[in-house]
């Protein structure tokens, strides 16, 4: 499974020592990561990011010398996310801290206290480069509307559209099954499928003028909205 996913270097910036020390052996024991390299600050973080290229940032939040809010903020400003992807993880839950994690270009928050098997999926969810022959229609309708298939919440609204079809259970229900079988927050699920519809939105190629309206100036639908509508479409 894991073999499809091009080798990648990963910098991991994590202040508490023990900690670091064990991602970044677990990392290095994965057979898709070319290299890893570990530093305990914000400020080394952005220094390494400067002087190399990395594929993948795995960042703490609460850090000395630069937090991992002003290291992405350091990213965002400077264009530097063009290649790379951030997880951003921290013990810190509330909605608000996620939301600025996003909107600053982190791809994925893990809480801490997450297990290393789920670490090793999001990475692969992240840079996973299957064709998508295999994908069932959930996946076929999403990648259609113009969800980037990189993002996890294509992955969330996959499974959110799967579970309504077949358990017949509202949003809210959904977005506890697929936090739980996730191992994360339902604060995070519904950050990450709003992100995705946001990149959709930007877009909006023509399947999702059929759908939505062809308007630039629309505001994007509610994240209800967006799932129920797909839900509803014949093709599902």
Same mark, same amino acid.
């Given at each position: ?20 020390? *064990? ?11 070319? /290299? ?12 390494? *990011? ?26 965002? $400003?400077? $264009? ?6 951030? #997880?951003? #993880? ?7 801290? *996620? ?22 999926? #999001? ?12 994908? $069932?229609?959930?996946?076929? *309708? ?20 799967? #579970?309504?079809?077949?358990? !017949?259970? !509202? ?24 992100? @995705? ?26 994240? /209800? ?5 797909? @839900? !509803?479409?014949?093709?599902?």
């Amino acid at each position: 499974m894991y073999s499809r996913v091009n080798k990648i270097k990963v910098l991991v910036a994590e202040d508490d020592s023990d900690e670091r020390e *064990i991602i970044c052996q677990f990392l290095s024991n994965l057979n898709y990561i070319d /290299s890893v390299d570990c530093v305990c600050n914000g400020s080394e973080a952005v220094k390494k *990011i400067l002087s190399e290229t990395y594929d993948l940032l795995i960042l703490d939040f609460v850090m000395e010398n630069r937090d991992g809010l002003e290291v992405l903020e350091f990213i965002n $400003k400077n $264009k530097l996310k063009t290649v790379l992807k951030i #997880i951003v #993880i921290s013990a810190i839950g509330k909605t608000e801290i *996620i939301k600025k994690a996003f909107e600053t270009g982190a791809d994925y928050y893990l809480k801490k206290s997450y297990n290393f098997e789920h670490l090793k999926n #999001i990475i692969y969810n992240l840079f996973n480069k299957n064709n998508l022959n295999n994908f $069932k229609s959930e996946n076929l *309708i999403v990648q259609k509307i113009g969800v980037p298939t990189n993002l996890l919440g294509f992955k969330y609204i996959s499974q959110i559209l799967k #579970i309504i079809k077949y358990e !017949n259970v !509202n949003i809210s229900e959904a977005y506890r099954k697929i936090a739980k079988s996730n191992n994360t927050s339902c604060e995070c699920v519904e950050i990450n499928v709003r992100n @995705a519809i946001e990149h959709a939105h930007k877009i909006q190629n023509n399947y999702y003028f059929e759908i939505f309206g062809e308007s630039k100036n629309k505001k994007k639908p509610k994240n /209800s909205v967006f799932l129920y509508t797909i @839900a !509803n479409l014949d093709m599902l």
